[in-house]
């Protein structure tokens, strides 16, 4: 009897529908797995979406052996095939290989870089002791309401970092506008759109599970477990309130 190939990594959602989002969340954790009798850390992709409605879901996962733009670029056609079209905004890290894949495959959303993400680059150019003071500095920018000021105000931080940290000073210069994006949506969704929090969450409760297991003996446990514990949150989601208020295609 000829041996049944692998099984491929779909996404959760199986459905051939479309499915409009107004949101998009995108991140990876990395899991250590046997592979060939040696020990290597993949990523597991998660993708999360809001849809027109303010209903999440956990629109699907896979397995690759790093962030590149060629794993990145299948995973988000996966999505496509399935019938996830274009979103207003994506919101991820600075990671180059998906940078260049949302550009390439969701062309035409708006981008947000994690505001989260964003400063932990910032902090890494700046000597222990300095942190708390220029964490301080940084998070006032996401209080401001108006975008303009936002950016002047994060133009004159810089200047004053230039000083002391210009390498920390230089990224503030150079993300400037991708991490002020969600200042073009409704001030009610701000709070949620400007980070990777949403996804943090699940990465927080993925690793907590896969620690228990330490090592997999292979990919198939990686995707089975990774599955159950996405399925069982998307299933939360669906019976739970929405994220935001219904009518939100009117508003964005």
Not at 13 to 32: C, F, G, N, Q
Not at 109 to 128: E, G, M
Not at 219 to 226: E, N, S
Request: with cysteine.
């Amino acid at each position: 009897m000829a041996k049944k190939k692998g099984r491929k990594n779909y996404p959760i959602w199986m459905k051939k529908e479309i499915i409009r989002l107004s949101y998009v969340w995108l991140d990876a954790t990395m899991v250590k797995v046997r592979e060939n009798h040696q020990i290597v850390s993949q990523a597991l992709a998660i993708a999360v979406g809001v849809d027109e409605q303010g209903k999440r879901h956990i629109l699907g996962y896979d397995l690759g052996s790093g962030e590149s733009k060629t794993f990145w670029v299948s995973f988000l056609r996966s999505l496509r095939q399935r019938g996830m079209e274009k979103t207003k905004l994506v919101i991820s890290d600075a990671n180059i290989g998906l940078k260049d894949a949302i550009d390439q495959v969701l062309a035409g959303s708006a981008w947000q870089r994690c505001t989260v993400h964003f400063k932990r680059n910032v902090l890494a150019q700046v000597a222990r002791k300095d942190r708390k003071q220029v964490a301080m500095f940084l998070n006032f920018f996401t209080s401001q309401s108006n975008p303009d000021l936002a950016r002047d105000y994060l133009l004159k931080v810089a200047q004053v970092m230039d000083k002391h940290w210009p390498e920390a000073a230089k990224i503030v210069k150079s993300a400037q506008d991708e991490v002020l994006t969600y200042k073009q949506f409704p001030e009610k969704h701000q709070r949620s759109i400007h980070s990777n929090n949403s996804l943090e969450s699940i990465n927080k409760e993925v690793k907590r599970r896969f620690k228990v297991v330490g090592i997999f003996p292979n990919r198939d446990a990686v995707i089975r477990l990774g599955g159950a514990l996405l399925l069982e949150r998307n299933d939360d989601w669906q019976a739970g309130r929405n994220l935001f208020s219904l009518g939100m295609a009117t508003v964005i």
